[in-house]
């Protein structure tokens, strides 16, 4: 079994974890499971784990990248490419400053408050962070005007001539698809992920897709691999593969 955890931000709020509880979750993880990324072989009757880490802001570079050296374990992190600078010399205070849904606003933007492309190959290069593609703009992918060949496309190009590395997932922003979609991501991608709530038999399950839990706000190490959470996961699995999503 495969339970793939989705965070955002190292900070206070709804989708932020304190590096405390982020530590924490990290050091439990490492300890009892099975640290897993899109393509691994996974352990035939053990809990697999996949971190991953949405929208690249600079926090993850500087707060979870130091732990997954620390702890020995991967996670995946998916980047909007419109947003990634190439580097720059502006001090982790101001690019940490800028809050979780002000980050893609043009005033804030300034402020560098994304991994830079330069740290992203650090990341990369060290074997710790593998880097997905979040779209190139991270707009609703449903929306009429949007360019999804840009999107889905497009992005991966960017990410792979920046890197020199493969990019082989694609993690559609705020889980908005249809079955063109899917079919053009699918194309181009082995493995796509979405929020959903459930557990994974596979990378990619009936629906060619990887099922993600929100693992915001934890309040406890182990919140989301208790008893009660498995009912929701098993409901919702097949609730998501009745669904064809």
């Known amino acids: 079994m495969l339970l793939t955890f989705l965070y955002h931000r190292i900070d206070e709020g709804k989708y932020a974890n304190s590096k405390k509880n982020i530590e924490d979750n990290f050091l439990h993880l490492a300890k009892k499971y099975k640290i897993v990324l899109p393509g691994d072989r996974i352990a035939l009757f053990k809990t697999n784990i996949c971190l991953t ?21 991967k996670a995946q992190l998916a980047v909007p490419v419109k947003y990634i600078e190439e580097s720059t010399s502006l001090d982790p205070e101001t690019r940490l400053s800028v809050p979780y849904a002000e980050g893609m ?11 830079t ?13 593998s880097i997905a593609s ?22 991966k190009k960017i990410i792979e001539k920046k890197l ?15 079955d063109e979609i899917h079919k053009l ?14 557990f994974n ?9 990887t099922y993600r839990i929100i693992s915001d706000n934890l309040k406890s190490k182990n919140e989301k691999i208790k008893v009660l959470p498995f009912i929701s996961y098993i409901w919702f699995y097949f609730l998501n593969t009745f669904r064809g999503r």
Do not use: A
């Not at 992203?120 to 710790?128: A, F, I, N, T």
């Not at 979040?134 to 992005?155: A, C, F, G, P, R």
């Open 53 to 73: 880490f949405d929208d690249g802001y600079f926090d993850f570079y500087y707060f979870v990248f130091p732990l997954l050296k620390k702890y020995k374990i």
């Open 105 to 115: 606003k043009k005033p804030f933007l300034s402020k560098v408050p994304f991994c």
């Open 117 to 129: 492309w330069e740290e992203l190959k650090e990341m990369s290069d060290s074997g710790y962070v």
């Open 134 to 155: 979040h779209s190139y703009s991270h707009k609703n992918l449903l929306d009429d005007d949007v360019d999804l060949y840009l999107e889905i496309v497009e992005s």
């Open 164 to 178: 020199g590395k493969e990019v082989t997932t694609f993690v559609y922003p705020l889980g908005k698809f249809n």
């Open 185 to 198: 991501t699918l194309k181009h991608y082995k493995y796509s992920m979405r929020i959903g709530s459930t």
């Open 201 to 209: 038999l596979s990378w990619k399950n009936i629906n060619n897709i």
